[in-house]
Structure formats: structure tokens, C-alpha cells
């Protein structure tokens, strides 16, 4: 019997590890990983799609290693190095990390306005307010952006004493990450209309991609 670790396939897109063992069909399915075709001994289990392990993850700059007497498997990425693309702003100071495919993105520079609560001359508090932009919006079909709202200290800690409010949103906007200079934050409902892409930009921003720099 042939016994191999594979990666099975599934159609819900999730990535389980797997022993492989037994008869398999063969296969002409072409694995591609960030664009550039892979060989591997690909087969089919079942009607599941498999793929070595160690092919995947090396291809992916990371190192395999197998326990036989622990029976582990170990993989080690340099996480930051494969696969991403980082926008680094030093004027604000943060560093945003987005996957590969964002490669050629733009930023959108506009300004954030706040009505100061209670002020009969309706002043305006203000800041910036930076969108990071992917590469295949187009006019005609945007997509989803990155919005990131920069405050100073003292005006975030004003919005959060509700000594002005942005919006006519219930809910401020989250803080992201912040510095010893600013607070950068994401707006409340800022995919409001549901364009393409804002399950992406979601998931992107459940990685907890922005961190903040010195």
C-alpha cells in the first residue's frame, strides 16, 4: 500500500490535512500557487482533489517536517514574507499588510469631517482618511476599498467623550491600532452598499493586518 500525507481540496475552499491511502484515479487538474503552475503528483480520492503537503507549503516558503515517532507534522512559514504585498505609511506611521493579489493597489487620500456636539457655530473637527484602493477598480466597477480614519490622541479620545460625532451612524467608527501620534480607526457600516470585494476587504481585516510603526 502507498501511504502519502495530502492536502485534500474540498469545494467550501477549506484546506484539510489528510493520509491518503489506497486506490486513486489519475488526474489531469494543473495546481497553480500564486500564479505559477506547480508540479505535483495531484490525484483524486473519492471525488476529493488531493495534493502533497510538503509540495504546498514549500511552495509557499515554508519548511515541513515530519515526527515519525511523535507522529507530528511541523510546518514553519515566515508569515509577513509569502504571498503578501505591505503598504507602509510614514508619515502617519503604520505598517498594512494585504495578500499578493493586491499587488499595484492606490491610495485614495480624502478627509474624515466630525460636528462638534452642541456648538451653535457648527464647527468641524477634521483628519484623514485613506483608502487603499485594489488594483482591478474601475470606475465603472469599483470595488470594495480599505478605509482607515487617522485621528490625533486627543481628538479620538474627544470622540469617544462624544464631544463630536462623525456620520449619522448610531455606531463611531472601531479603533484598528494606534501610535504614540494617532489613532487609526475604521469607519462604522463602511460597505454600506455591499460592492464587489467587501468580503474580502472583511476577511482581510480579521487577519489584524495594520500595526502600528515608531
Aim: aromatic share 10%; hydrophobic share 40%; proline share 5%.
Amino acid at each position: 500500500m502507498k501511504k502519502k500525507l495530502f492536502i485534500a481540496l474540498g469545494l467550501t475552499g477549506v484546506i484539510a490535512a489528510s493520509i491518503a491511502v489506497g486506490a486513486y484515479a489519475a488526474t489531469d487538474i494543473k495546481l497553480f500557487i500564486n500564479g505559477k503552475i506547480i508540479n505535483a503528483d495531484l490525484q483524486i480520492v473519492d471525488g476529493s482533489s488531493y495534493v502533497p503537503l510538503r509540495v504546498v507549503s514549500e511552495s509557499l516558503g515554508a519548511d515541513v517536517k515530519w515526527d515519525g515517532e511523535k507522529r507530528e507534522i511541523s510546518i514553519t512559514g515566515q508569515m509577513g514574507q509569502v504571498g503578501q504585498t505591505v503598504y507602509e505609511n510614514t508619515q502617519y506611521g503604520f505598517r498594512f499588510t494585504l495578500p499578493d493579489s493586491w499587488k499595484g493597489y492606490t491610495i485614495v487620500t480624502d478627509k474624515w469631517e466630525g460636528l462638534s456636539v452642541g456648538d451653535a457655530q457648527g464647527d468641524k473637527v477634521s483628519g484623514a482618511k485613506l483608502s487603499i484602493r485594489h488594483p482591478e477598480w474601475t470606475a465603472k466597477q469599483p470595488r470594495q476599498d480599505i478605509p482607515i480614519l487617522v485621528f490625533t490622541v486627543d481628538q479620538w479620545n474627544e470622540l469617544q467623550q462624544d464631544k463630536f460625532h462623525i456620520g449619522a451612524a448610531p455606531i463611531g467608527p472601531s479603533e484598528l491600532t494606534r501610535n504614540d501620534k494617532y489613532v487609526f480607526a475604521l469607519p462604522a457600516r463602511y460597505y454600506f452598499a455591499f460592492p464587489d470585494g467587501y468580503q474580502e476587504v472583511e476577511d482581510i481585516l480579521k487577519s489584524k493586518p495594520i500595526q502600528p510603526m515608531k
